[in-house]
C-alpha cells in the first residue's frame, strides 16, 4: 500500500519539475553557448587586435623591398645615365679628336698652299736677281777671260735665270771638248764662270730652303736638275773634287734622297776617295771635331747629332751625365760608362761617351738609333747616312749586340 501511494507522487514530480530543470539545463547551454561565442568573440577580438601590427609589419616590409627596389632602380639608372654619359663622353671625345684632326690637315693644308704661294713669289724673285747679277758677273769676267769664252758670256748675259746659264754653260764646255783639250789659262777660266754659277744657284736654293720650312715643300726641280748638271760639267773637267761636293750639295738640297746617296757613294768610289763623314738627312752636321773611329765604333759630338736629329740636349757636369730627349724617348749616357739608358732601361754599349779635345762624344749609330733613326754604313768609303724623317716609334731593345760595321 505504501508502494502504492509513492509512486504516483513521484509521478506527479516528475510532470512538475521536468519544464523547470529543461529551462535550467537550457539556460545552461544557452550560456555555455554565449560564453563560447563570447570566447570565439574575443578570439576574434584579439585576432582583430593583432592583425594590424602584423599588416603595418607586412607593409612596412613591403615598403622596405619597394623603397630597395626603387633605391635598386635607381642605380642602375645612375649606371645607366653614367654609362651614357661615358659613352656620350667618348663619343664626343672621338667626335672632338675627328673634329680635331680635321682641323689640324686643314690647318696643314692651308700652310702648305700658304708655303706654295711664297715659294712661288720668292721664286720669281730669285730669278729676277739672279738676271741682274750674272749680267754684272758677264762684265766682270769679260775683263779676264779668254776671248774664246766671249760667245758664251753674251748668251749668259741674255738667260732668264741661272739654270739657262748652267744648261747653256754646259753645252758650250761640252762642245770645246770634243773638238780639243782645253789649255790650262781656258780650265782656269772655266772653272771660275762654273764656281761663280754654282755660288749662285746655292744662295737661291738656300734662300728657298728658309721659304719652305714644311716637309711637304720641296725646292723647284729645275734647280735641283741644274746642280746636277753642274756635277756633270765638273766631271768632264775631271774636276772630282768640285763634283763631289757639288753632289754632297745635291744631297743636302734633295734631304738625303736614297739615289743621290747612292750616286754620292758612287761618286766616292769611282775618285778612290774615303773619308769618314756622316749625313743627317743629306746634311752634314757642323762637329766641332770629325767624327772619331774608336774600335770599330763612329764616335761623333753629342750635341751636333742631336740637335741634327731635332732632339733636346743637356749635360750635368755634377753626374757628367748627358741627357738627349726626343718625343717620348729619353736617352742618358755617364761619361767613360758602358752603358746607357733608354727610358730608364740599361743597355750595354761597346765604347762609352767620353771626350775628345774638351768636346763630349757618343757612339753615333746608337744614339741614332734609339732615338728611331735608320743609320746606313758603307765600309769602302766610310760614309755614314742617317735619316729620320719617316721615324716610328718603337720600344727601345735592351739587346746587346755586337757590330760588324765599324759605326755605332
Known amino acids: 500500500m505504501g508502494k502504492k501511494i509513492i509512486l504516483p507522487i513521484l509521478l506527479t514530480l516528475t510532470l512538475v519539475l521536468t519544464p523547470f530543470i529543461g529551462g535550467i539545463v537550457s539556460a545552461e547551454e544557452t550560456n555555455t553557448t554565449n560564453t563560447t561565442q563570447d570566447t570565439?568573440?574575443?578570439?576574434?577580438?584579439?585576432?582583430?587586435?593583432?592583425?594590424?601590427?602584423?599588416?603595418?609589419?607586412?607593409?612596412?616590409?613591403?615598403?622596405?623591398?619597394?623603397?630597395?627596389?626603387?633605391?635598386?632602380?635607381?642605380?642602375?639608372?645612375?649606371?645607366?645615365?653614367d654609362v651614357d654619359e661615358d659613352e656620350n663622353g667618348d663619343n664626343e671625345k672621338n667626335g672632338d679628336n675627328e673634329n680635331g684632326k680635321d682641323k689640324q690637315m686643314k690647318k696643314l693644308q692651308k700652310d702648305i698652299k700658304k708655303l706654295e704661294h711664297e715659294m712661288e713669289k720668292a721664286l720669281?724673285?730669285?730669278?729676277?736677281?739672279?738676271?741682274?747679277?750674272?749680267?754684272?758677273k758677264v762684265e766682270e769676267l769679260k775683263q779676264n777671260m779668254e776671248e774664246k769664252?766671249?760667245?758664251?758670256?753674251?748668251?749668259?748675259?741674255?738667260?732668264?735665270?741661272?739654270?739657262?746659264?748652267?744648261?747653256?754653260?754646259?753645252?758650250?764646255?761640252?762642245?770645246?771638248?770634243?773638238?780639243?783639250?782645253?789649255?790650262?789659262?781656258e780650265q782656269e777660266d772655266a772653272q771660275e764662270l762654273m764656281e761663280s754659277l754654282e755660288e749662285e744657284l746655292k744662295g737661291e736654293l738656300e734662300g728657298l730652303e728658309e721659304v719652305g720650312n714644311l716637309e711637304d715643300i720641296e725646292l723647284p726641280t729645275s734647280k735641283i736638275e741644274a746642280y746636277k748638271q753642274l756635277m756633270e760639267m765638273y766631271k768632264l773637267m775631271d774636276k772630282d773634287q768640285d763634283a763631289l761636293e757639288a753632289q754632297e750639295q745635291i744631297l743636302g738640297f734633295t734631304k738625303g734622297s736614297k739615289d743621290e746617296v747612292k750616286k754620292l757613294i758612287e761618286?766616292?768610289?769611282?775618285?778612290?776617295?774615303?773619308?769618314?763623314?756622316?749625313?743627317?738627312?743629306?746634311?752634314?752636321?757642323?762637329?766641332?771635331?770629325?767624327?772619331?773611329?774608336v774600335n770599330g765604333n763612329t764616335l761623333v759630338p753629342f750635341r751636333a747629332i742631336a740637335e741634327a736629329l731635332g732632339a733636346e740636349v743637356s749635360y750635368d757636369p755634377e753626374t757628367r751625365t748627358i741627357t738627349v730627349k726626343q718625343g717620348d724617348v729619353s736617352v742618358s749616357?755617364?761619361?767613360?760608362?758602358?752603358?746607357?739608358?733608354?727610358?730608364?732601361?740599361?743597355?750595354?754599349?761597346?765604347?762609352?761617351?767620353?771626350?775628345?779635345?774638351?768636346?763630349?762624344?757618343?757612339?753615333?749609330?746608337?744614339?741614332?738609333?734609339?732615338?728611331?733613326?735608320?743609320?746606313?754604313?758603307?765600309?769602302?768609303?766610310?760614309?755614314?747616312?742617317?735619316?729620320?724623317?719617316?721615324?716610328?716609334?718603337?720600344?727601345?731593345?735592351?739587346?746587346?749586340?755586337?757590330?760588324?760595321?765599324?759605326?755605332?
Do not use: C, H
Not at 48 to 55: M, N, Q
Not at 152 to 179: C, D, F, P
Not at 381 to 406: A, G, K, M, R, Y
Open 40 to 81: 570565439t568573440i574575443n578570439t576574434d577580438t584579439s585576432s582583430d587586435s593583432t592583425s594590424p601590427t602584423l599588416e603595418n609589419e607586412q607593409n612596412e616590409s613591403d615598403d622596405a623591398d619597394l623603397e630597395e627596389n626603387e633605391d635598386v632602380e635607381k642605380d642602375d639608372e645612375a649606371i645607366e645615365e
Open 124 to 136: 720669281e724673285k730669285v730669278n729676277e736677281k739672279a738676271k741682274e747679277q750674272m749680267q754684272r
Open 149 to 185: 769664252w766671249l760667245p758664251l758670256l753674251e748668251e749668259l748675259a741674255n738667260q732668264e735665270n741661272t739654270e739657262q746659264s748652267i744648261q747653256a754653260t754646259y753645252e758650250y764646255v761640252q762642245s770645246l771638248l770634243n773638238q780639243n783639250e782645253l789649255t790650262e789659262k
Open 267 to 293: 761618286l766616292y768610289k769611282e775618285t778612290n776617295k774615303k773619308e769618314l763623314k756622316a749625313f743627317v738627312n743629306g746634311k752634314q752636321p757642323q762637329f766641332d771635331v770629325p767624327p772619331q773611329l
Open 333 to 408: 749616357f755617364v761619361l767613360n760608362q758602358k752603358q746607357a739608358k733608354v727610358n730608364g732601361q740599361i743597355i750595354q754599349l761597346q765604347v762609352p761617351a767620353t771626350t775628345v779635345n774638351g768636346n763630349t762624344v757618343v757612339p753615333l749609330r746608337f744614339i741614332s738609333e734609339s732615338l728611331g733613326a735608320d743609320v746606313e754604313y758603307d765600309s769602302d768609303t766610310q760614309l755614314i747616312f742617317v735619316d729620320n724623317q719617316d721615324q716610328v716609334t718603337t720600344e727601345p731593345s735592351t739587346e746587346t749586340t755586337t757590330e760588324t760595321q765599324p759605326v755605332q
